[in-house]
Every structure is written in structure tokens, then in C-alpha cells.
Nanobody, 112 residues
Framework: QVHLVESGGGLVQPGGSLRLSCVAS????????MQWFRQAPGKQREWVAL????????KYADSVKGRFTISRDNDKDTVYLQMNNLSPEDTAIYYC?????WGQGTQVSVSS
């Protein structure tokens, strides 16, 4: 059974940084394209970034391009989201996603 467990969220000031982690289990992690989504209060869930299984090709939403970096460690079955230069507009619950499965989410709040 697939399990995705996110961590690393918290409260940060504008301009700050956070690194989210998602530990995966129940599937062959190194073969899976992993994605991050987020859902802000009162808004629909939106796609943030993905990283491919082969070569680790990364793609980003325009809203985070140049500020966020997705990466993976296949030895640890973990995908990361490094978030820099955060703004209040980045406040949301961040979810890890694989092939129809979602993690429980981790809250990121950006406020002074």
C-alpha cells in the first residue's frame, strides 16, 4: 500500500526558506514521478512541481519557478521541495502526490 508522509512545514517570515520532505513507501520509488501540490485557504489545489523518475527531470509552476527546487533521494525514498524567497501568497497546505495517492499534507504559513 502506498504511503506518503510530508514534513517540514511551519511558519516563516516573508523572504524566508523552508524545505519540505515526503517519505514514500509501498512502491518502487525510484521508478515513480513525484509531484508536489498546494492548496491555499478558499482556493483549489494547484500543481507546484514534479520530478521524473529517469534523470530526475524537474518542472515547475510559473508561480514558483526560480524560487522552489524539487529533488529526490532514491536511497531514502524521499522527495524534497526547497522553497526560497517565500511570500504570503505561498501560504498553503503542501501535498506530496504519486499516481493517485496523496499524503496528509504539511502546513506552510508565510507571515510577518
Amino acid at each position: 500500500q502506498v504511503h506518503l508522509v510530508e514534513s517540514g512545514g511551519g511558519l516563516v517570515q516573508p523572504g524566508g526558506s523552508l524545505r519540505l520532505s515526503c517519505v514514500a513507501s509501498g512502491f518502487f520509488f525510484s521508478r515513480g514521478t513525484m509531484q508536489w501540490f498546494r492548496q491555499a485557504p478558499g482556493k483549489q489545489r494547484e500543481w507546484v512541481a514534479l520530478i521524473g523518475s529517469v534523470g530526475g527531470e524537474a518542472k515547475y509552476a510559473d508561480s514558483v519557478k526560480g524560487r522552489f527546487t524539487i529533488s529526490r533521494d532514491n536511497d531514502k525514498d524521499t522527495v524534497y521541495l526547497q522553497m526560497n524567497n517565500l511570500s504570503p501568497e505561498d501560504t498553503a497546505i503542501y501535498y506530496c502526490y504519486f499516481d493517485g495517492y496523496w499524503g496528509q499534507g504539511t502546513q506552510v504559513s508565510v507571515s510577518s
